[in-house]
């Protein structure tokens, strides 16, 4: 479900389009489903695809309920009721045409004489014409309505309330990241079935749809319309952040860490004192690595749980940074043998939707500081880090720019 959750719109496209509407669906609605009936090697070839096609979508559509089940009621209270009834009629639509074809598929299977396979080969291509009639009547207009709702601006659109609550309901970067997601996919996917739906339509000749060029490049063009007004709302570099931990959420990374002043961040570390400098005009070449603590399996990993991180100097790895461990504050004196996996962890989190500035909540298993926000000390002689109780966001010294690097081999 990882995978899902990181997925481009035309990485759906594609997903959706290859096999009912794509080079061998286009070929079966152009030719009608008595091409697909005789079981010839080809035409069975295409019909294993075209199953393997509607497996796929209905294990996206399967993933994209069970990511929803689990955000909580005020979030998903933000979908539209008025749209559920066009959403219902395109899933309503997708499934019957996919049955329709999937009896033709079997036909070749059952004892009938030639007479009685073309008969009910017939009686099927009527069943999916007029399917797909209807689809090219109704499904551009309730795309249209869906349209409209997933490109509203301003304070009130979806996508930007989305954003918000999903911020405010989360730990951290990538869960807030994959729970505006899941509320996005939640009408993408129903989206491209539609698109789908209308390509079908026009490949059928009987249909007679002679404006679904037009009409399926332009929700096409919608739709990439939708995903970049997503992107924008939630921040490119917290899309970034979170595509690159999903790619594989064990990986130890590059960390670059940046004050809002623009200056570095390194761990200073002598006989006599330890500490963390922020004022290093650098820039510094990967002076820090994050990595996940529990690893996690890719099939067991969720994104919309939180990524709580160790942070390490790249030159002390295993030496974690810590809070209230020093006189100065923050510090990477103890190794992670001698406190544990769960004693200084953090989570990263951007300062509101679409900004790319974060802060640092320290997570430990002790209640000493838990809970506790990293701040940069510009005023002070010796310019360091230390920590405060509780989050100012009107403090902007209490956010960083941040940057994670390939995984470390």
Same mark, same amino acid.
Not at 368 to 375: C, L
Not at 390 to 399: I, P, R, T, V, W
């Given at each position: ?5 990181? +997925? ?84 309503? @639509? ?21 007479? /009685? ?12 014409n007029n399917r797909l009639r209807a689809c090219s009547n109704d499904v551009p207009g309730y795309l249209d ?31 807030? !990241? ?60 917290? %899309? ?7 790619? /594989? ?22 006989? !006599? ?6 004022? %290093? ?60 996996? @769960? ?15 974060? +802060?640092?909540?320290?997570?430990? +298993? ?14 002070? /002689? ?28």
């Amino acid at each position: 479900m990882a995978s899902l959750i990181a +997925s481009a719109v035309s990485t759906l496209l594609i997903k959706f389009g290859t096999g009912l509407a794509g080079k061998a669906g286009g070929w079966v609605f152009q030719e009608g489903l008595a091409a697909v009936t005789g079981g010839i090697t080809d035409t069975a070839r295409i019909r294993e695809d075209i199953a393997n096609v509607l497996k796929e979508v209905k294990q996206i559509q399967t993933s994209v309920t069970e990511l929803s089940s689990q955000l909580s009621d005020s979030l998903l209270q933000l979908r539209k009721d008025s749209l559920r009834t066009y959403i219902t009629d395109i899933e309503t @639509y997708y499934a019957t045409i996919g049955d329709i074809m999937q009896e033709a598929f079997e036909l070749p299977e059952k004892k009938l004489t030639d007479a /009685d396979r073309v008969r009910q080969a017939k009686g099927l291509q009527k069943r999916l014409n007029n399917r797909l009639r209807a689809c090219s009547n109704d499904v551009p207009g309730y795309l249209d309505k869906i349209n409209d709702f997933l490109n509203e601006r301003g304070s009130n659109a979806f996508f930007q309330q989305a954003a918000q609550q999903a911020l405010d309901q989360s730990d951290d970067f990538l869960e807030y !990241y994959s729970k505006t997601k899941v509320m996005a996919l939640n009408y993408w996917v129903a989206y491209i079935k539609g698109i789908s739906l209308l390509q079908m339509a026009h490949d059928t000749p009987q249909v007679n749809f002679e404006e679904g060029s037009f009409t399926i490049d332009r929700h096409k063009a919608n739709v990439l319309a939708q995903e970049k007004n997503f992107r924008s709302t939630v921040g490119e570099v917290t %899309i970034a952040l979170a595509e690159e931990v999903i790619s /594989d959420p064990n990986a130890t990374r590059d960390l670059t860490w940046r004050t809002a002043g623009g200056t570095y961040i390194e761990a200073y570390k002598s006989p !006599y004192a330890n500490y963390v400098l922020s004022g %290093i005009p650098g820039p510094r070449e990967s002076a820090w690595i994050v990595k996940h603590i529990p690893s996690v399996t890719r099939e067991d990993f969720d994104p919309t749980q939180g990524y709580p991180v160790l942070i390490e100097p790249s030159d002390r790895v295993d030496n974690p940074l810590c809070a209230g461990g020093s006189q100065y504050g923050l510090d990477t004196r103890w190794t992670t043998a001698t406190l544990g996996e @769960y004693q200084c962890r953090w989570f990263i989190k951007p300062r509101s939707p679409g900004e790319a500035r974060f +802060s640092f909540r320290f997570l430990s +298993s002790s209640a000493a500081n838990n809970g506790s926000y990293i701040v940069d000390n510009p005023a002070s /002689d010796l310019r360091t880090l230390n920590y405060v109780d509780s989050l100012h966001k009107e403090d902007g010294n209490q956010f960083f720019s941040v940057t994670l690097g390939e995984p470390k081999v």
